[in-house]
Nanobody, 117 residues
Framework: QVQLVESGGGLVQPGGSLRLSCVASGGDLRFSTMGWYRQAPGKQREWVAFMPSSGTSDYADSVKGRFTISRDNAKNTVYLQMNSLKLEDTAVYYC???????????WGQGTQVTVSS
């Protein structure tokens, strides 16, 4: 069974940086799109970024120019480099992966990112 495990979250000051990682393991690891969502306290989960297996990545307007998504298919890993972090970036960040040829989306368990002075 495929599992996604995120890491790299933590506490950072405004203006700082973090890099999140999400490693896939187990079962069929062929994915089309991989990406990230986040959920802040008391708010709905919102999409952050995605990266297709080929083609152009896309970002939410709130993170465009500050966050960068990348994939290492050999390591079955997707990353989210977050720079110039703001207080409003505080949230639990979830990675996801869409399995090739299916409508199945797999989610990670989430990693907490807290931006605070």
């Amino acid at each position: 069974q495929v599992q996604l495990v995120e890491s790299g979250g933590g506490l950072v000051q405004p203006g700082g940086s973090l890099r999140l990682s999400c490693v896939a393991s187990g079962g069929d690891l062929r994915f089309s799109t991989m990406g990230w969502y986040r959920q802040a306290p008391g708010k709905q989960r919102e999409w952050v970024a995605f990266m297709p297996s080929s083609g152009t990545s896309d970002y939410a307007d709130s993170v465009k120019g500050r966050f960068t998504i990348s994939r290492d298919n050999a390591k079955n890993t997707v990353y989210l480099q977050m720079n110039s972090l703001k207080l409003e970036d505080t949230a639990v960040y979830y990675c996801y992966a869409n399995r090739v040829g299916t409508l199945t989306r797999i989610w990670g368990q989430g990693t907490q990112v807290t931006v605070s002075s």
